[in-house]
């Protein structure tokens, strides 16, 4: 098999294309988050804080100098990225029971077939055992 005609059967696969929409979605829903995090429930929070902005908040380490940046550990970027990963992480699980709740009563719907009625053999060989437990 070619090179060209094994890389277009990998592209073309579902599997592939499936992956290839969830990251994109993945990514919007991520700047979606984002934004409800630091534009919705961050200013409340630094509100209740003393009106703190997180995004703010940094620890020089060198202060700026001849047009030079100054060297900061910006940790309310973290503290900000962190409540975004919770949020995204929680959200996520939530999507991923509810599809795992679809999937169990999908399977249970087809693991309980309709019980066939016993054949005549069935029958019959029923009768005889239960005409010899009788004796």
Same mark, same amino acid.
């Given at each position: 098999m070619s090179f060209l005609k094994e890389f277009k059967e990998? &592209?073309?696969?579902g599997n592939v294309i499936d992956m290839a929409?969830?990251?994109i979605i993945g +990514?919007?829903?991520?700047k979606v988050v984002s934004s409800v995090v630091s534009d919705?429930?961050?200013p409340p929070i630094g509100m209740l804080?003393?009106?703190?902005?997180?995004?703010?908040? &940094?620890?020089t380490l060198k202060a700026a100098s001849d047009g030079a940046a100054p060297v900061v550990i +910006?940790?309310?970027k973290?503290?900000?990225t962190t409540v975004d990963f919770t949020i995204i992480a929680f959200a996520i699980f939530m999507m991923i029971k509810a599809i795992n709740v679809l999937k169990r009563e999908e399977a249970v719907k087809e693991e309980a077939p309709a019980e066939a009625p016993p054949t005549k053999e069935e029958l019959l060989l029923t009768e005889i055992r239960d005409l010899l437990k009788n004796r």
């Open positions: 990998f &592209a073309v696969r929409v969830g990251i +990514a919007s829903f991520g919705i429930i961050m804080i003393g009106g703190m902005d997180f995004s703010k908040l &940094a620890i +910006a940790y309310g973290f503290i900000q």
